[in-house]
Structure formats: C-alpha cells, structure tokens
C-alpha cells in the first residue's frame, strides 16, 4: 500500500514542476508583451497580430505534419530537408513550367 502512495507523491511532484514551468513561460511571454506593447505603439495592432499569423502558418502546417508521424511511431525529424526540398521543386515548377500560386 505504501508503494502506491509513493508513487504517488512522486508522481504529483512531477506534474507541480512541469506545471510551475509553463507558469513560468507563461509569465515571461506575458510580461514580454506588455513590454513591447510599451516601447513599440503599432505591436498590439490588428495588422501586426494577423502578419505574425500570416507568416506562422506554414510552420504551423510543418509542425502538425511532423506531429502526425511521431504519433504514428514514425519519428522523422528531417523536416528542414523535406521543407527546403520543397521550395526547391515550387522554384523549379515556376521557372521551368510557368506554374504560378492561386
């Protein structure tokens, strides 16, 4: 019975230190706002949060692709590779075939 309450007690020490971690950043990133929001008068704008969005998204889309693999036990970490293979082919589409976006 004993182990059981060890285990326990260890284990809620672990969450209370993962959660006082993310408090922590949590807190730095607010204060970090509130600082810029002092010295820049256009950084808590409509236009600066949607091109900080904006420029966002394609991480945003690697990073759920490369979520799904590890979830599926495939870990693949070459994710700078297949994104810059990527840009490569997009060139090399629109130089060579006259493909344009949209």
Known sequence: MS???NKTKRMSKWVNKSNRSVYYLLGILIVAVIIMSFLDKN???QRNIFNVLN?????GIVTMGVA?????GCID???????A???GVAAIAIARW???DG
């Open 3 to 5: 182990d059981n309450n």
């Open 43 to 45: 950084f808590l704008t």
């Open 55 to 59: 420029q966002q998204s394609t991480l």
């Open 68 to 72: 799904m693999a590890m979830i599926a």
């Open 77 to 83: 970490l070459t994710v700078g590779n297949v994104l």
């Open 85 to 87: 293979c990527a840009a």
């Open 98 to 100: 006259g493909l344009r």
